[in-house]
Every structure is written in C-alpha cells, then in structure tokens.
C-alpha cells in the first residue's frame, strides 16, 4: 500500500451515479457548453487532448471539442490548435495537444528523457542533433522532411538521422511542435516558439507532478489513483509524493471497488461542492476521448466494455474499424462505427444497450432518438446531407430508425 492510500480519510461516500454526473461534468459533457471559451476553452478545461493518425469522420481532436461544443466548424477547431502560440504537442496520456501554459509542467518528462539519453532505442551523432539545431535557428520552423528527411526507406519506422534527432531534440525540450502541416509535425527552437514567461520557469520535479495531479482531478472530477496516474501516464513513485498535498479530496465511491464495494477515489473540491446538474450531451465519441480512453474507468463507471478494433483482424471485429460510443442521458448506450460515401455518413454497424449488456436482441429502441439525432448531428458536421445505416443489431429496429433519420 503506498503512503497516499494508506493516509486516505475519506470526508464522504459517493454513490456511482454521483461519481458518474461528477464525471461528465468535469469533461464539459454535462451542462451548459462554454461557447465563449470554444476549442481552446475545452483545451484548457481537460488539459490534453489526444492525437491519433485515424480519420473516419474527422481526426481525434477535432471529434474531442466537436462532441462538447456541436457542430464547431472544423477549420476553426484547426486554427484553435495550431500556429497561434497558444498550445503544443508533447507526450502526456499519448501524443497529445496540450495548452502552452502547460510547458513548464513537463519539465519533468523533457528532464526524464534528457537523463535517459536516448529516444525510443534510437541513437544520434552529437554532431547532427547540433545540425538540426542550427538549422530551425537559421530558417525558423520545419518539417522533418525540410529538414532533410524523415526516413531512410519507404518503411514508416525507418526513421532518418534527422529524424531521430530532431524527436530527440522534442523530449528534451530544445525543440517545439507547435504546428501540423498536411499531418506533418513542424518543428521550432523551444527558445523561440515558447513564450519567454513560460520558456523561463524553474520548476522542480515534485512541482511539475503535483500541478499535472490537480490539472487531472480537476478534468477527471472524481478519480481513483490509478485514474490519475493514467491522465498525463505519470509513475507511482512521481504521484504518490504529492498526492495528498495536490488540494485534491480523498473520498469514497460505492460501487467502484471489487465486487461492487466502494473504493478509495480523489475529488476535485470544486466538483464536490455543487451537485451536477443541466442538460447532458448526446453526441458520438472519439475511442480516444478522455471521458473514455482509460479502458478501466470507462467500465467502471459506465458499464462498457470499450477496445478501439482498428488494428484488431477484420474478421475478429466486434463492433467494428471506429466503433464510437453513443453518449445520451449521460450514459453509453451503444455503439457506431462510422464512414463517409461521398456526401453520405454510413453506419456500417450499429448496436444499442439494454439492460442485458450492448447489442443485446430485442433491446435499444428506446435510444433510438438519441442515436438518430447523433447520426444526424455528425453527418451535417462532416457535410453529409444523408446517413445510411448498414448493419443495425436489430433489425426489427431498422423502420423506427429511418424514420426518424428522414424526419
């Protein structure tokens, strides 16, 4: 048992219900949505947003402020993320963007990285990291291929010496990713892209980690250890120091321990001190959403059973490629997975819960207009002017449905 647990007292027992609309509110999912803030608003309120290289409706971080903020347009989500100055890409759950104002935190990690000396296994003459170097100060940002290339063969993982310095020079901190171009990172001096306040902050390891921890619970709301070691992946012996000084409340919840007992959790004060409360969102959401991207807490609190499957074999699919949960009434009662035909979004399967588990026959009708709405909300998001659903875990269901699709 680590310090941390053994000193929690709890001030209060929390039923799952209560954990649970805890939850969705500190993710922008309950309530009024912050408008005035937009994209960067959501940015700043989770405190990363996860990247991933997928795009069936839209790529993963425009999916994250779409699901909170509705149908934002997808040039103004690119343009709050990128080239302002006003965010970064580092490693924190994932590849992940995440606000400037949080670069000082991860000095941590840039410090970690720079002691292990290495990247991922790969190794790079002292004299080309000085290369790539000189080169973003002598002509400002680049990409890897600007820079001289980004593999050495057609292969994805055969990375160029340029490449494996100019990542080197990202987890250490003397370079920046501020920007994507086409996909592609584009990559400045640290010293240069990162405003001087925030370039210039001292802060120890012990600092950097108790932040992050408060950053998590806030976003979280109500967070076992483990949930809170997986927001930023911090380690044990980082959390565990400062977990009981990070202005976080030590509670209970019932029905999150083993065998549905109750199971020592963390609060953010704010979330304990209103009851949750306003309209909740009905809306698809990205596998790698931080309401859901924690396997573990997304069982624990809303009953499912989520694996993204896009690089499970076709013929080992379950729920399918992209499978997207269906958030409606504040629980996860089934499942989508998604393309586009031209100007058509497809359903290429869909399943609905019951009270008998996802998918179950004969279940689901009653989430039929939340999944219609969602359906329709994604598809007028991506320019659709149509949804076609293919396969749907009932077909008894199917002539509610496409009614209510063509309403």
């Known amino acids: 048992m680590t310090a941390a647990a053994a000193d929690h007292t709890p001030v209060t027992v929390l039923s799952a219900d209560d954990a649970r609309r805890m939850a969705l509110r500190a993710q922008g999912l309950l309530g009024a949505p912050d408008r005035r803030g937009g994209v960067r608003g959501v940015l700043r309120h989770l405190g990363a947003v996860q990247l991933d290289t997928i795009s069936v409706l839209a790529r993963s971080h425009e999916l994250v402020p779409y699901a909170r903020l509705g149908a934002v347009g997808r040039p103004a989500v690119e343009a709050a993320y990128w080239g302002a100055g006003t965010s970064f890409e580092y490693w924190s759950h994932a590849a992940c963007i995440l606000p400037v104002e949080e670069w000082p935190l991860f000095a941590f990690r840039r410090r970690r990285y720079r002691a292990r ?58 370079v920046v990713c501020t920007e994507r171009r086409g996909w592609k990172r584009v990559y400045a001096l640290a010293e240069q892209a990162i405003p001087d306040a925030l370039f210039g902050q001292e802060r120890s390891d012990e600092e950097c980690v108790r932040t992050l921890v408060a950053q998590a619970g ?69 596998p ?14 809303f009953g499912m059973t989520h694996r993204l499957e896009a690089y499970t074999p076709k013929h080992k699919r379950v729920h399918g490629y992209f499978a ?69 875990h009932d077909e008894r269901l199917r002539p509610a449905l496409e009614k209510l699709l063509a309403d």
């Open 117 to 174: 000396g290495h990247l991922w296994g790969h190794q790079v003459a002292p004299e080309t990291y000085r290369a790539v170097l000189d080169q973003l100060r002598a002509e400002g940002p680049l990409t890897s291929t600007e820079l001289g290339g980004a593999k050495r063969t057609a292969e994805w993982w055969d990375w160029s010496d340029t490449k494996i310095a100019v990542e080197r020079a990202l987890a250490f901190g003397d």
């Open 218 to 286: 806030a976003a979280l709301g109500v967070a076992t250890r483990a949930d809170l070691l997986d927001y930023h992946r911090l380690r044990a012996e980082e959390l565990d120091p400062v977990l009981a000084d990070s202005g976080l409340v030590p509670v209970q919840v019932a029905g999150w321990g083993p065998g549905g007992t109750a199971a020592a959790a963390w609060a953010d004060p704010a979330a304990l001190a209103t009851t949750p409360r306003g309209r909740h969102r009905t809306t698809l959401l990205s």
């Open 288 to 301: 790698f959403d931080s309401l859901i991207w924690d396997r573990a807490r997304t069982e624990r609190i």
């Open 324 to 392: 997207m949960p269906l958030l409606a009434g504040g629980r996860l009662v089934g499942r989508v997975d998604p393309a586009r035909e031209g100007h058509t979004l497809v359903a290429r399967q869909v399943s609905l819960a019951d009270a008998r588990g996802a998918g179950a026959r004969g279940g689901g009708a009653r989430h039929l207009e939340a999944l219609a709405a969602a359906l329709r909300e994604a598809a007028a998001w991506v320019g659709c002017d149509g949804v076609r659903v293919e396969a749907l």
